[in-house]
Structures are given as C-alpha cells and as structure tokens.
C-alpha cells in the first residue's frame, strides 16, 4: 500500500503560499548574490534602470525564509519576518535627519514596515475581526505599489516610479513587493477559511485598492500627458519667437540697407535726409527705434533725427564704444549692414544698434545709424505681433546678459517643471529665451481631465468595492438559495408562460397598429376644434357620425377616478411645462365596460411663450396588456405566499417526485422526523 496516498492533498491557497514564498526566496537570494559579486543581471535586469540596493534585497530574502519557515511549522525562524521592517524604519529615520544618500525611495521602506507588520500581526494578540482586515488591507496596498511602479515603467511615468523621491524604485524591488502583498493576502485567506466558509468579508478590500492604483496611474499619466501637451506648446511658441526675433532683426537691417542705397545714389542734403530719416524711424518706432543718424567715415555723428532727445548725440564718438566700433568696422568690410551687440542707450537701457555704409561713386562716404531699445522691441514682437504676452512670461538673456523679461516667476527647475529654456544663434549671437506659462494660460488650456478621471474612478472604486460586497453576501446565501430556487421551478413555468401570452399579445398589439386599429387624435387649440379618427371610435363600439368632433365629448367618457391625474397631466402640457405626455386610463365602451386606454400626446406646434396651439397624438387599447399583467402579479403573489406557508409551517411537510423519490422537505420535518434532506 502506498502511504502517501493517504496524505490529504493542498488546497490551492496553500499551494500559492508555497510558490510565492519559494519564489520570494530565490528572487531575494539572487538579488543579494548579484549585490556581492557584481552581477548586473540579478540587480539590474533592465538596462537604464536603479539597481535594487542591498539591504532592500537581503529584506526581500528575510521576507522568503521567513513565508518558507511558517509552511515547514517553523514559528521561531518565521520571526526574522521583523527585521525587513526593522531595515525600512532605519532608512526612514536617516532620510528623517538627513544622514547618508536615498538608496531607494521612502515608498519602499514603507511597504517593507508594511510586510513585516502585515505576517507579525498574529502575535500581536490583536481581535480577528481587526487583525485580518488590516493583514487584506496591507498586502493589496504593497501589492498595488508593486504593480504601479512596473506599470510605470511600461508607461514611461517617472512620476509613478519615483514615488516623490529623487531615488527611482527598482524593477525587482517592485516584483519583490508584488510577490510579499500576494503572499500576504494568500496567508490572509487561509487564515480566513478557518473561521468562515466562501469568500472572506473583507474581499472588497482588494477589489477597491487595485481600481484606486489604476485610477491613480491614470491620473497621473493624463497629467503628465497635460504637461507634456503644455511643454510642447510652449517649445512651439519659443521656436516662433526666435524665428519672429531674427526676421525681424532682419528686416530691420535690409530697411536700413535700403535707405542706405537710396542716399549712395544721390547724396541727400539735410532737409530730403530728415524726410527720409522721419519716414524710416515711423515705421520702425514701433520696433524701438529710437534714432536715425548719419555717421562721418571717422564714426563721428553727423545727423541724427530726431534731435529733440538725441543731443548727446551730435557729434557722438561711435568708436569710444567697442560694440559700435566693431560692428561699423564690420559693416565697412562687408559692405552690408550690421547689427552691433548689447550696448547701453543713452543711460536709458540696453539695445542695438545697426550700422550701414553709404557708397558714393565706390567710396565710403558715411555710414547710416539706427538705434533699437530692447524693452520696446521685443514687447511689440512678443505682445502685439505674436500675442504671447497673455499667455506666457518671456526672459531674454543675449549673450548671457539679461536683455528683457515679463514678471517671469523664480520656479525651481525639474522634470516637472513648465519652464522651458533654450538657446539659439541669431544673427551669429547667443540668445537664450526662457518661457513659463501664465496662470491665465493655464486656466485656460486646462481640460481637468485627470480630476474628472479621478473623481470617476474613486465612485468606480466605491462601487467595485460595493458590489464585490453584495457578490460576496449573495454567494454566502447561494447555498440556502438553491433550495428555495427549485420550490420556484413551478412558478418560473408559470411566468415563462405568462411572459409568452404577453408576447402574442404584444404581438397582435403589433399588428393591430400595422392595420391603423390605432385612433389618432388632432387638437387644434385657438379653434377648439377636436378631430378623432373613424377608427378610435370604432375601437369603443360607438358611431363616429354621431360622436361630436370636442374635447369635452372624450373626457365625459373618462372614468371618473381617473378624470383627475388625466386632467393634471393634460394642463401640464397646456401650460407649455411638458411637450410630451402618455397618460394611461379607463374609457366607458358603448357597452358600458371600462378600458384601458394608453394616450400619447405632442406638442407640435406652439406659441413664442410655449404654449401649444396643434397637439396630435394616438390613443390606443390597453386592456388586454393590463388584465395580464395583473393576472401575472397575483400568480407571483400566490405562488411566494404558497413557498413561505410551506418553509415556516411547523407541519412537516415533504415533496417527492412521480417516482416516489423525496426532493424537498421542510425545517419542520426534518426537526420532527429527525432525518435531513440526505438522509
């Protein structure tokens, strides 16, 4: 005889709590030894990935051991399930006083607090109506912080994997924790079944804490989705805005080229070169020019427009300053026009300048000056031109000097920042443009898509949570249900044929409107004039050549208990409060007998106040509908009263089939009798 064959079989709890306890272990184990002997592959399976540290893996190993001694009845090594909680309370008080790096995020030294509480709670001498509820509510929550920060990684949310620390979590501290709340909530069932039979009561916990983790992945996917959306509008508006800045600085320069060319033709004198200045600075003062000069081949000013403002620039010395003498020495060398770097404007704040040379007769007889503020220019180009200035506040900086800003926020730069800073070459110059959307802008833009889907899945939540309750509670009375079910074999075939009846019925209902046995009624209201078709009449027995075409003619004929509610809802309409309306009633036939009439009256017409002036409905026949179904309430009544009389009666009382064979007896006699069902 084999004696194993007599060894009683796992059930499928306890076959997961080997497994997940066993896999926990080797997960642990090779961790560590990866840690020891520098294998990347058991630390850092996917590659631009954090490397599980080491003291989260000899957590996770601890964790293994301890699930593989409690299957082997070892309760004294299952004690080592303390010190994981014990490393996490450690790295929680060093990450507390600022001692030592963040080898991983709080989140973990949390959940493994959470572990070792979750299997120590037993011997904590707690109720068990406390202790397992709160081991189901640790090990999904260790459970769902697993499984986000691999759906993170899937999904590509730093904001999920990092859990608010600069520490991203590790890929396999995540399977770690995934495999430590399943192992908990395995040992939570098993635990469960000891006491109560099907499902535990505490399985909506689960249920909510799995719908909360992927509401909350989702809402932070979709705001993430919204600052990227955010980011790259603003990438967008900063790229038009150095595009706008060079082309503009640009057109400056070919209108000064230009007017240059038009004086090397013919050498103004000062009246037609004060025109032509005060026709060229009209059209560029809104660019912040600020004055046109002509300038002597020795940099000096000999012109400027206009002269009230610019004194100190008569006679000016463009040399003294570096910036203007190495864009005039530039622009005698090339021939074009060039724009200078930042200068300082007359003690009135940074700008440019743009210098041009004038050739008469293939020599330089002077050079053509335009002074530019940048303050004026880029408020015209950024608020007027492009209409960024509502939506976002602009800093400027050229060659790493601070050129023009708009209120920009000091906001601490990040991943999750909405700055955005960039530097471009423009006109063979650093200009770096950095723009933050405004609070306006974001009001604007904001669609609230994440807090709507974060209000829906905390109501989906509640009602998963709900309903796995009541599945719950419906499953536990299933059992006493099953014999109430088969006394309700006989009343279910009653209602199957009832339901059938009503279906010819409706069927001939069908019919009866397919042939037009349906009255139709036409309400003109200014006339009072009442049409009601031939057959609505016929319908009740009477003859439509002697009916008079009214309103009063139809309600005389209203049963008198029901000529009320038909009145409120007819006044209703008239009144413009409702459209529509189907009123159901009795009518006297021409034999005296009351039936049922369904109406269903429409507004089609109706004044500018909503008063209707044409109402047009059908009515049609009812009765036979309503007598079956009351015929199939008082079945159900009947045969429920039938049931209850015969479970509550204290006579014994005993079902067989036509075989002779028992299938069904009653509390009573199996209490008097002394015999179950079975028996």
Known sequence: MNPLATLPRLSWPERASHALAWSL?????????????????????LPDTMPVSGWVALSLLFFGVALVAREWQRPRVFLIAGLPGLFGLGHLLRLWFGSGAAETAAIVAGSLILGSLGLLVQHLRLPVRFCLPAKAAVGSLIAAIGVSTLLGYLGSLPAVYMWGSVTPVSPVTAGGLILLG??????????????????????????????????????????????????????????????????????????????????????????????????????????????????????????????????????????????????????????????????????????????????????????????????????????ERLKLGADYHVRIDIAGEPA?????????????????????????????????????????????LPEIILAAGLGFSFLLGLSVHLARSARTGQRAAESSNRRLILENEERRRVEARLKVSDERLRLALDSTHIGIFEWNIPTHHAYYSPGLWSMLGYDPQRMPATLEAWQSLVHPEDLPAYRTRLEAQLAGESAFIDPEYRIRDSHGNWRWISTRAKTVAATEAGRPTRIVGTMQDITARREAEQMLRASQAEARKLSLVAAKTDNPVLITSPAGDIEWVNESFSRVMEYGLEE
């Open 404 to 448: 023009f800003t708009t209120g920009f926020p000091q906001t601490a730069a990040g991943p999750t920042s909405l700055t955005l800073e960039k530097t471009y070459s423009v006109l063979d110059r650093r200009l770096r443009l950095s723009l933050h959307p405004s609070e306006e802008s974001l009001v604007r833009e904001r669609r609230h």
């Open 182 to 383: 399943l192992a908990v909530l395995v040992l939570t069932w098993r635990d469960t079944s000891k006491i109560e039979d099907g499902a535990p009561r505490w399985s909506p916990v689960p249920a909510v804490i799995a719908a909360l983790t992927i509401t909350c992945i989702l809402w932070v996917g979709l705001r993430e989705r919204e600052r990227v959306y955010q980011n790259a509008r603003t990438q967008t508006a900063m790229e038009t805005l150095a595009i706008q800045i060079g082309s503009e600085l640009e057109r400056q320069a070919n209108t000064i080229e230009r007017l240059t060319r038009k004086w090397s033709n013919e050498i103004p004198t000062r009246p037609v070169w004060e025109v032509d200045a005060g026709l060229q600075l009209r059209d560029a003062e809104a660019f912040g020019c600020r004055s046109i000069t002509w300038i002597h081949p020795n940099f000096r000013t000999r012109w400027v427009h206009p002269v009230e403002g610019n004194e100190d620039a008569l006679a000016y010395d463009h040399a003294a300053t570096p910036a203007r003498l190495a864009a005039l020495e530039s622009a005698r060398d090339t021939g074009k026009p060039v724009v200078s770097s930042t200068i300082e404007l007359g003690g009135l704040g940074p700008g440019i300048a743009i210098y041009a040379p004038i050739y008469f007769k293939g020599e330089i007889i002077g050079y053509t000056g335009a002074e530019y503020f940048y303050q004026r220019f880029f408020r015209t180009l950024i608020g």
């Open 25 to 45: 272990t080797a997960l642990g184990g090779l961790s560590v030894v990866g840690g020891l002997f520098g294998v990347t592959l058991f630390t850092q399976p």
